[in-house]
């Protein structure tokens, strides 16, 4: 993913301000998701605990 954003973003870096044009910080956001539950073979996945997230 990474190489994939710097060949879209790279040929642009040379582009100067100009007077109609300014320069843009690009900061991508990457945020991590949790693993879906794995099946336990009880066939009731409603009662089992999830851990909890990094700001729990």
């Given at each position: 993913m990474?190489?994939?954003?710097?060949?879209a973003?790279?040929?642009?870096l040379a582009?100067e301000?100009?007077?109609?044009?300014?320069?843009?910080?690009?900061?991508p956001?990457?945020f991590p998701v949790?693993?879906?539950?794995?099946e336990t073979?009880?066939?009731n996945?409603?009662?089992?605990?999830?851990?909890?997230?990094?700001?729990?």
């Amino acid at each position: 993913m990474i190489n994939g954003m710097r060949a879209a973003i790279t040929p642009h870096l040379a582009n100067e301000p100009s007077p109609d044009r300014t320069q843009y910080l690009i900061s991508p956001i990457l945020f991590p998701v949790e693993a879906p539950p794995t099946e336990t073979g009880t066939g009731n996945t409603a009662t089992g605990s999830q851990s909890p997230g990094p700001c729990s």
